[in-house]
């Protein structure tokens, strides 16, 4: 795919986001026609988004499509990449405006900060070899809009190609002596408006946060990136997407980590 048609393709899913129009699959002319391509659209995209919709720096990497049901549903065999923008990254008791998203939804993970510039030289990496390079480890939670998706009609590059739906990140306190936590095998429990009504495991997501963080690794090296010192990695969803409406509470506590909590307004 030429160069011309990758940014004809980002400049309308930018124009679409600008417009807050429900999300449409890419079909036709506007198919990247390849995962490979697909990320040469995403990038064209996040360029528009920084010279023209002032999104500003980067600060971190998002895993998506982590279930084998979703990736059935998409058509993959593979998670998918996305970034995170700084000004997007926010801290607990964070309160979401619904009328920033088209349509928000909240999903729960454990996300690591990198304490030092992972070498390139180390690739690839695995559970074992990217854990020297974690700083601390937290509870999470992803604000994504999925612009009231048909979730019926998606596939993963056109997820990808719109950001992967990353809306923000909230992040819980950083825990810097997580190697004594079996972070494999933590229960974890939602509390919505003060009840409890989802529990899982930090394990639902690829076995492992660390096999995430070693994927987004691994991921960049193909495309001639690296995770540097700093960087927050959300490391996949271990439950399923709440869609929260205005005035609601939602506590993401995983059992030996800590917990995050946003609120929802208008």
Not at 10 to 33: E, I, S, W, Y
Not at 52 to 62: I, L
């Amino acid at each position: 795919m030429d160069q011309e048609t990758i940014n004809t393709i980002a400049r309308k899913v930018f124009t679409a986001q600008q417009n807050r129009d429900r999300f449409q699959p890419l079909r036709g002319h506007d198919d990247p026609g390849s995962l490979d391509n697909a990320y040469e659209v995403q990038d064209a995209l996040y360029r528009l988004m920084q010279n023209e919709g002032e999104s500003g720096p980067f600060g971190g990497h998002k895993i998506a499509l982590t279930s084998p049901d979703i990736q059935k549903m998409c058509g993959v065999d593979q998670p998918a990449y996305g970034r995170i923008f700084s000004a997007k990254i926010h801290h607990t008791s964070h309160t979401a405006k619904i009328s920033d998203f088209v349509r928000i939804g909240i999903e729960f993970e454990v996300a690591f900060e990198i304490g030092e510039d992972v070498p390139l030289d180390q690739a690839p990496f695995d559970q074992d070899s990217i854990a020297p390079y974690v700083k601390s480890a937290m509870p999470a939670l992803e604000l994504i809009d999925d612009r009231d998706a048909d979730y019926s009609n998606l596939d993963a590059k056109s997820i990808l190609t719109d950001k992967c739906w990353c809306g923000g990140i909230v992040l819980g306190k950083p825990i810097e002596d997580w190697q004594k936590i079996d972070l494999g095998n933590l229960e974890s429990i939602v509390t919505w408006n003060g009840k409890n009504n989802d529990h899982g495991n930090t394990g639902n997501a690829l076995g492992h946060p660390l096999n995430g963080l070693a994927w987004i690794a691994n991921h960049l090296k193909k495309r001639g990136g690296a995770l540097k010192a700093g960087d927050v990695i959300m490391t996949g969803s271990a439950l399923k997407t709440q869609f929260p409406k205005t005035g609601d509470s939602c506590t993401y506590t995983i059992n030996g980590l800590g917990d995050v909590s946003v609120k929802t307004v208008s």
